[in-house]
C-alpha cells in the first residue's frame, strides 16, 4: 500500500516537482550569470536559502489532503479496508520522499556550484545571539514546515490558503514559544532557553502531526467545521502537553541535576569543601564526615580557600535573571559566615553584576573577584576587598576581549594578583590557537603585566599558594610554540621571570604539582609520563604508561601526600585507580566502586583520594592504604 | 438468507440539521436494495457510515453479527463502493487505478480486474480524465467488483449517463451481481432506473426510514384509487394509510398504502359513482410517499 502510494503520490506531484526543479534551474542560472558580482551572488544565495525550501515545503505539505478534498477522493480512500491513520501515514510518508528528492537536489545544487560550495560551512543566519546553520535551513527547517503544512492540509481544500496558515500557525507558536521560554530563561526559571526552543520547534509540527492523525480516525470530514474543532482542540491538548513535558522535565532535572552536580573542590591536608547548587559542603577526613557549611545556593559551585578562610558566592532570584549575587565569607570549619559584598544595593559600583570567579588570599585576609556585567558603566573588573569586609577596591584590567578570568594566587605578601583571562573565540572563527593569558596585577598601583600568551588548556597551575605567599613561586603552564608547533610545558620563576621549558621534546597534555610545589608530573602526547624536579634541577623520570585511562590527560594524574602517582585505568567496565611509586612503577590497582566510562578527576587529600561518579554525580574516597571506599555525597 | 449488515438506532445530525434519527436497517445476502431519497434526505451520508468513512452520532452498525466502529477497517475487504462521483486520480491510467486498489485489498482477483476491464471495452493505458462519464463508471465498477465483494454500494452513480449507458449498467452488472450472492445497496433519485433491479426499497424522508419494504410487495399494495360523486366527495374517507389525496369538484384521487380489499369496502359505503383502482409504478409509489 506504501509503494503504491508512493507512486500515486509522486504522479500527482510531478507539477509541482517540476516546478522546484524549474526554480533551481534559475538559480543556478542566476548563479552562473553573477560570479563575478559578490553582493548579487549573496543576495541569490540567502534567497535560494531562507526562501526555497521554507516556500516548497509549505506548497508540498499543504497539498497532502487539500487535494483529496478537491475531487472528493477522501471519502475513496477512506472506505478502503485499511485504518485511516495507515492513509495518514502513507500519504505522509509518500510526500516526505518527494520533500527528500527535492531537499537532495538543492543541495546537490549547492554542492555543485562554487558560488554555494562553501555554503554549508560559512552560511549562518542569526537568530536569538545564535547562528542557525545551513543544516537548519536546509533540512531541519522544511521538514518543520512540511509536516505542520501537511498536518493542516486536513482542514481546507485551497492548498494555498493551508500553506499561508501552516506558515501563520508555525510563526506564531515559534514566536510565541521563544517569548516565553525566553521570559522564564530571564527569570532564571529555564537553564537553556535555546535547547528548549529548539525542542519545543520539533514537538509543535509533531503536535499537530498527532492532532491531524486523530482528526482523521475520530472527526467527521464531511463537516468542515467539525474537523476543523477536533483538529484544533487535538492540537491545542498536544501543544500544550508538549510544553508542560518539557517544562517539567527541563525543571526537574535541570534542577535535580544542578543541585546533585558537584561544581567545584577544594582539597585541604585535613578536609576537604565542595559545592553542589544545594550549598558548601566539608568532609573531614579524621572524622570521615560529611557536613553541610553553607546552605545558601551557589554560582557553579564558586568558592575559594585560603588561610583559615572560605569564600564564596551565593545568589538570590529576585524574579530577573540579572538578580543579585552575595559573596560571603566563613571559617573553614563553617562557623562565623557573613556577607563581604552583595551586588543588590543600588549605590553600590556591583550594583546588579554578577560575581565569578573568586580567590582567597594564603593567609586568609584579603579577597580576589571578578564582577562582570555591572549594567552601569563600570569599567573594573577585578575587585579585592579585606575579609573583614573593608577596603574595596576595584581594577581596569584593560582586557576588552576578555572571556573568562580564573584566578591563581595572590603573590608577594598580597602586593600582587595572578590571574589567567582566554579570549573570546569570533563565530565561525577556525582559530583554535586562541589561547589564554597568564596576567599579573599589581595591587597597589593597579598595573598590569601580561606574562605569558597562547596558554592552552589546563591553562594553569601554580605551586601551593603558601609557598607562593612569599614571591618566590613558580607557576607552570602549557603554551603552544609556533616554532615547534608543540604544546610545551613552561615553569615562570615569579622571583626572576624566566621561563624554562620543562620537555621540550613532545607536547605536554596535562602536568600536577606535588604537594610541596617542588615536583611536577606531566603527560605526553605520546603517552609518556615524566616527573620533573626542581631540586635536582631537570627530569628524574621518564616513562612510557600504557593500559592507563589518559582519554582526559588533564584529568589523569594527581600526586598523593607522601608522593606517589595516581593515575585511572579502565579494562572493560572495570575502572580502577593506580598508585606508582617514585620509579613510576604500579603498586597497588584500587577497584572503583562503580563503573562509569566517564573519567573523573582524582584528588587526594591526606591518605585519601577522591573521585567523582560522574554519572551518578555521587562523590567516592577511598583510604589508599586500607583500600576502604567511603560514599562521600 | 442471512443477514449481512443492519443498522441499530442510526442517527446522524450536521450541526443542529438532523439528518436522520433512530435509523434501523437490515440487508441480507443476495439481494438489491433501492435507497430511495429526495436530494440531501441524507443517502449519501447514511452510506457514508455504514462504509465507515463518516462516524455516525449514536446507534450500531452490525457486518455479519459483529459490531463496528468508526475505526473498523477489515470489513472493507468485502465492501466495494461505486461514490457519487467516482471521477477522481485523472492523471493514472486506468492498469494504475487498478493496481493501486489492489494494493488495498487481499481478496483482490487481478484475472477478474482484467476480464472486467475487456467487458467493458477499457484499455488498461488509457489515462483517466480522458475517458467518458459512462467509461469512468465502468472503470469503477470493474475496481469494486475485483475486489469480489460480498456488499456492493452504489452511491446514486448513474446521474448524468445516457439513457443506454444506464440501462446496460443496470441490467448487465447488477442483475448478475446479485444472481451470484453480492448484496447490492444502490442509492438514487431517479428511481425509475430501480424497478426492473430492485428487491427491496428504502425510503428515507425527512429524517426518517418512512419505507422498509420488498419490491413486490409495496408494488402489491400501494394503489391509486380514482372516486367521482354526484356532489361533493366526503370530506374524509375515514381510513389510514391514504398517502395523496387531490380534489377536483366532484372527482377524488387517492393514493393508498396498504392497499386492501377492506379499504375498498369502505370507500364503497360513500356511494361513488366511480371507482377504478391502478397500480402504480416504482417512481409514482416514491412520489406519493415523499409527496406528505
Not at chain 1, 595516581?566 to 575502572?575: F, H, N, P, Y
Given at each position: 500500500m506504501f509503494k503504491k502510494m508512493i507512486v500515486k503520490e509522486w504522479k500527482e506531484k510531478s507539477g509541482l516537482f517540476l516546478f522546484a526543479l524549474a526554480v533551481l534551474g534559475l538559480f543556478f542560472i542566476a548563479f552562473s550569470a553573477y560570479t563575478q558580482d559578490k553582493d548579487a551572488l549573496d543576495l541569490l544565495a540567502s534567497t535560494l536559502l531562507l526562501v526555497f525550501p521554507p516556500v516548497f515545503s509549505l506548497l508540498l505539505g499543504a497539498s497532502g489532503f487539500s487535494s483529496e478534498f478537491q475531487d472528493g477522493a477522501w471519502a475513496f480512500l477512506f472506505s478502503r479496508p485499511v485504518k485511516k491513520w495507515r492513509v495518514w501515514l502513507a500519504k505522509y510518508l509518500s510526500l516526505l520522499t518527494v520533500l527528500i528528492a527535492v531537499i537532495f537536489l538543492f543541495v546537490l545544487l549547492t554542492q555543485l556550484h562554487p558560488a554555494l560550495k562553501p555554503a554549508p560551512d560559512t552560511f549562518n543566519f542569526p537568530l536569538l545571539d545564535k547562528n542557525v546553520s545551513y543544516g537548519i535551513l536546509a533540512f531541519v527547517l522544511p521538514l518543520v514546515l512540511f509536516t505542520t503544512a501537511f498536518s493542516l492540509s486536513i482542514l481546507s481544500e485551497k492548498t494555498y490558503v493551508v500553506a499561508f496558515l501552516a506558515a501563520v500557525v508555525w510563526i506564531f507558536l515559534q514566536v510565541t514559544v521563544t517569548l516565553a521560554t525566553m521570559s522564564l530563561y530571564d527569570r532564571g526559571i529555564f537553564s537553556s532557553a535555546f535547547s528548549l526552543i529548539s525542542i519545543l520547534s520539533l514537538l509543535f509540527p509533531v503536535s499537530l502531526a498527532l492532532a491531524s492523525l486523530i482528526t482523521v480516525n475520530r472527526a467527521d470530514f464531511s463537516q468542515p467545521k467539525r474537523r476543523a474543532w477536533v483538529f484544533t482542540k487535538s492540537a491545542v491538548v498536544f501543544i500544550l502537553a508538549s510544553v508542560g513535558l518539557v517544562a517539567l522535565f527541563e525543571l526537574g532535572t535541570s534542577k535535580f541535576q544542578r543541585e546533585r552536580y558537584v561544581y567545584n573542590?577544594?582539597?585541604?591536608?585535613?578536609?576537604?569543601?565542595?559545592?553542589?547548587?544545594r550549598g558548601f559542603f566539608r568532609f573531614d577526613l579524621a572524622g570521615r564526615q560529611t557536613e553541610q557549611i553553607a546552605r545558601h545556593p551557589s554560582v557553579w559551585g564558586q568558592m575559594s580557600l585560603g588561610g583559615d578562610k572560605l569564600a564564596f558566592v551565593s545568589y538570590h532570584f529576585t524574579g530577573k535573571w540579572r538578580g543579585f549575587a552575595g559573596l560571603r565569607i566563613m571559617n573553614s570549619d563553617g562557623k562565623e559566615e557573613r556577607s563581604l559584598v552583595?551586588?543588590?544595593?543600588?549605590?553600590?559600583?556591583?550594583?546588579?553584576?554578577?560575581?565569578?570567579?573568586?580567590?582567597?588570599?594564603?593567609?586568609?585576609?584579603?579577597?580576589?573577584?571578578?564582577?562582570?556585567?555591572?549594567?552601569?558603566?563600570?569599567?573594573?573588573?577585578?575587585?579585592?576587598?579585606?575579609?573583614?569586609?573593608?577596603?574595596?577596591?576595584g581594577y581596569d584590567l584593560g582586557i576588552r576581549d576578555a572571556d573568562y578570568y580564573l584566578f591563581i594566587s595572590f603573590g608577594e605578601s598580597n602586593r600582587v594578583l595572578f590571574l589567567v583571562c582566554t579570549a573570546k573565540i569570533k563565530p565561525g572563527s577556525k582559530d583554535r590557537r586562541a589561547g589564554a593569558r597568564l596576567l599579573r596585577v599589581n595591587l597597589e598601583s593597579g598595573h598590569v603585566d601580561v606574562l605569558a600568551d597562547q596558554i592552552r588548556k589546563p591553562y594553569v597551575a601554580s605551586m601551593p599558594p603558601e609557598d607562593m605567599a612569599s614571591g618566590a613561586g613558580r607557576i607552570a603552564y602549557i603554551q603552544y610554540d609556533e616554532a615547534t608547533s608543540r604544546d610545551v610545558l613552561t615553569v615562570l620563576d615569579l622571583g626572576t621571570l624566566e621561563k624554562q621549558t620543562v620537555y621540550p621534546e613532545d607536547s605536554v597534555t596535562a602536568f600536577r604539582w606535588n604537594k610541596s610545589g617542588d615536583k611536577l608530573a606531566f603527560l605526553t602526547a605520546s603517552s609518556r609520563l615524566g616527573v620533573f624536579s626542581f631540586a635536582e634541577?631537570?627530569?628524574?623520570?621518564?616513562?612510557?604508561?600504557?593500559?592507563?585511562?589518559?582519554?582526559?590527560?588533564?584529568?589523569?594524574?594527581?600526586?598523593?601526600?607522601?608522593?606517589?602517582?595516581?593515575?585511572?585505568?579502565?579494562?572493560?567496565?572495570?575502572?580502577s585507580i593506580c598508585l606508582l611509586d617514585a620509579n613510576l612503577t604500579e603498586q597497588k590497582a584500587i577497584r572503583l566502586p562503580f563503573s562509569s566510562y566517564f573519567a573523573s578527576r582524582i584528588w587526594s587529600a591526606g591518605q585519601y583520594a577522591i573521585v567523582e561518579d560522574t554519572e551518578r554525580h555521587q562523590l567516592w574516597g577511598v583510604n589508599l592504604e586500607t583500600e576502604q571506599w567511603l560514599r562521600i555525597y | 438468507m442471512s443477514e449481512l449488515l443492519k443498522t441499530i438506532g442510526l442517527s446522524k445530525s450536521f450541526g443542529r440539521h438532523l439528518v436522520f434519527s433512530d435509523l434501523n436497517i437490515k440487508l441480507t445476502a443476495?439481494?438489491?436494495?433501492?435507497?430511495l431519497g429526495l436530494n440531501g434526505e441524507g443517502k449519501t451520508t447514511l452510506i457514508r457510515i455504514l462504509l465507515g468513512v463518516i462516524p455516525a452520532d449514536s446507534g450500531e452498525i452490525h457486518y455479519k453479527d459483529s459490531a463496528l466502529s468508526f475505526r473498523s477497517a477489515a470489513y472493507k475487504e468485502e465492501v466495494g463502493y461505486i461514490p457519487e462521483d467516482p471521477f477522481f486520480f485523472g492523471g493514472m491510467r486506468v492498469g494504475e487505478l487498478l493496481d493501486f486498489n489492489a494494493a488495498f485489498y487481499r481478496r483482490w482477483d487481478g484475472r477478474r480486474a482484467e476480464d472486467l476491464l475487456k467487458r467493458f471495452s477499457l484499455h488498461r493505458k488509457a489515462r483517466i480524465k480522458t475517458l467518458s462519464r459512462g467509461m469512468k463508471l465502468r472503470l469503477e465498477m470493474a475496481v469494486a467488483l475485483a475486489a469480489r465483494p460480498a456488499l456492493l454500494?452504489?452511491?446514486?452513480?448513474?446521474?448524468?449517463?445516457?439513457?443506454?449507458t444506464r440501462?446496460?449498467?443496470?441490467q448487465d452488472i447488477i442483475r448478475e451481481l446479485a444472481d451470484s450472492g453480492t448484496t447490492v445497496l444502490?442509492?438514487?433519485?431517479?428511481?425509475?432506473?430501480?424497478?426492473?433491479?430492485?428487491?427491496?426499497?428504502?425510503i428515507l424522508h425527512r429524517g426518517r426510514l418512512i419505507l422498509d419494504e420488498e419490491h413486490e410487495a409495496v408494488k402489491r399494495s400501494t394503489r391509486r384509487v380514482r372516486l367521482a360523486f354526484q356532489g361533493d366527495p366526503p370530506q374524509t374517507l375515514g381510513m389510514d394509510g391514504v398517502l395523496v389525496e387531490t380534489r377536483d369538484g366532484p372527482r377524488m384521487e387517492i393514493v393508498v398504502y396498504p392497499w386492501s380489499d377492506d379499504k375498498k369496502k369502505k370507500i364503497e359505503e360513500f356511494s361513488p359513482t366511480r371507482l377504478d383502482v391502478d397500480p402504480l409504478t416504482l417512481e409514482e409509489i416514491f412520489r406519493s410517499f415523499v409527496a406528505g
Open positions: 573542590l577544594e582539597v585541604r591536608n585535613d578536609a576537604f569543601y565542595f559545592a553542589t547548587e552583595g551586588t543588590e544595593n543600588q549605590d553600590s559600583p556591583l550594583y546588579g553584576g554578577f560575581i565569578y570567579p573568586v580567590c582567597v588570599s594564603p593567609r586568609g585576609d584579603k579577597v580576589a573577584f571578578i564582577a562582570r556585567y555591572v549594567p552601569k558603566t563600570t569599567v573594573e573588573e577585578l575587585w579585592v576587598i579585606n575579609s573583614d569586609g573593608s577596603g574595596l577596591k634541577g631537570g627530569i628524574i623520570q621518564m616513562k612510557e604508561i600504557t593500559g592507563y585511562d589518559i582519554r582526559w590527560p588533564s584529568e589523569a594524574l594527581e600526586w598523593t601526600s607522601d608522593g606517589r602517582l595516581i593515575l585511572r585505568k579502565l579494562e572493560g567496565e572495570v575502572s | 443476495g439481494k438489491v436494495y433501492g435507497l454500494v452504489l452511491d446514486d452513480p448513474t446521474s448524468g449517463l445516457d439513457v443506454p440501462h446496460d449498467f443496470l444502490f442509492s438514487t433519485h431517479l428511481v425509475h432506473e430501480l424497478e426492473r433491479i430492485v428487491d427491496h426499497l428504502f
